[in-house]
T-cell receptor, first 109, second 114 residues
C-alpha cells in the first residue's frame, strides 16, 4: 500500500482558508487520493477524492499536483466544527482504505 | 445520511467472555470493513469483505473473526475476550467499483474488557 505523509497538526483561525498538505511520492497510476476526517468521538466521514484533476464539492476542494506526488485539501472558510483529524489516503484498485496518522486541525475563534 | 448501524455502542464485559459486535447496512454495499482504533491513535484495518462468503484479514493482526453470510450483515466475534481487546471497533461499507466509492462508517462499538 502506498504511503502518505502529513503534518501532525495545524492551526487555523475561524473563517480563514485552510490548506492541508499531503505528500504521496510513491503513488501509482491507478491510486485515487481520498480525504476523510474524524471529528472527536465520531467515526470518520468522507470529504473528497480525486485522481488527476482538481475537485470541488460542498465541503472542500482538492488540488492535485501535476505529477500527483502531492495534494492539498482546501477548506475555504474554516469553522469551529471543522476541528478534526484529517486523513489523506491512497486507495488502490483493491479498494482498501489504510489510514495513517493524519493531521489534527484546530480552529481558533 | 449513512445507513450503517453498529450494536452495541458500548460494552463492558469480563475476561474470557465471547462477544459479537454487530454491523448492518441497508445500502446494498458489497464491500464492508472493520477497523480498530485506540483513543487518540490511528485506525487499523483488521478485516474486510468484498461480498457474501468473502472475508480477508486486514493490515493489523487481530484475534477476532468475521463472517459475511448476507450482504447487509458483517458481524465481528471474539471467542474469549481479554483486556488487550479493549478498544473502539468501527464498521464501514462502500459501494461502487474499485477504489472510487466513499466509505460510510458506523458510530462505533466501544469495548472494555475487565
Amino acid at each position: 500500500d502506498a504511503k502518505t505523509t502529513q503534518p501532525n497538526s495545524m492551526e487555523s483561525n475561524e473563517e480563514e482558508p485552510v490548506h492541508l498538505p499531503c505528500n504521496h511520492s510513491t503513488i501509482s497510476g491507478t491510486d485515487y487520493i481520498h480525504w476523510y476526517r474524524q471529528l472527536p468521538s465520531q467515526g470518520p466521514e468522507y470529504v473528497i477524492h480525486g485522481l488527476t484533476s482538481n475537485v470541488n464539492n460542498r465541503m472542500a476542494s482538492l488540488a492535485i499536483a501535476e505529477d500527483r506526488k502531492s495534494s492539498t485539501l482546501i477548506l475555504h472558510r474554516a469553522t469551529l466544527r471543522d476541528a478534526a483529524v484529517y486523513y489523506c489516503i491512497l486507495r488502490d484498485m483493491g479498494g482498501k482504505l489504510i489510514f495513517g496518522q493524519g493531521t489534527e486541525l484546530s480552529v481558533k475563534p | 445520511e449513512a445507513d450503517i448501524y453498529q450494536t452495541p455502542r458500548y460494552l463492558v464485559i469480563g475476561t474470557g467472555k465471547k462477544i459479537t459486535l454487530e454491523c448492518s447496512q441497508t445500502m446494498g454495499h458489497d464491500k464492508m470493513y472493520w477497523y480498530q482504533q485506540d483513543p487518540g491513535m490511528e485506525l487499523h484495518l483488521i478485516h474486510y469483505s468484498y461480498g457474501v462468503n468473502s472475508t480477508e484479514k486486514g493490515d493489523l493482526s487481530s484475534e477476532s473473526t468475521v463472517s459475511r453470510i448476507r450482504t447487509e450483515h458483517f458481524p465481528l466475534t471474539l471467542e474469549s475476550a481479554r483486556p488487550s481487546h479493549t478498544s473502539q471497533y468501527l464498521c464501514a461499507s462502500s459501494g461502487g467499483r474499485g477504489n472510487t466509492g466513499e466509505l460510510f462508517f458506523g458510530e462505533g462499538s466501544r469495548l472494555t474488557v475487565l
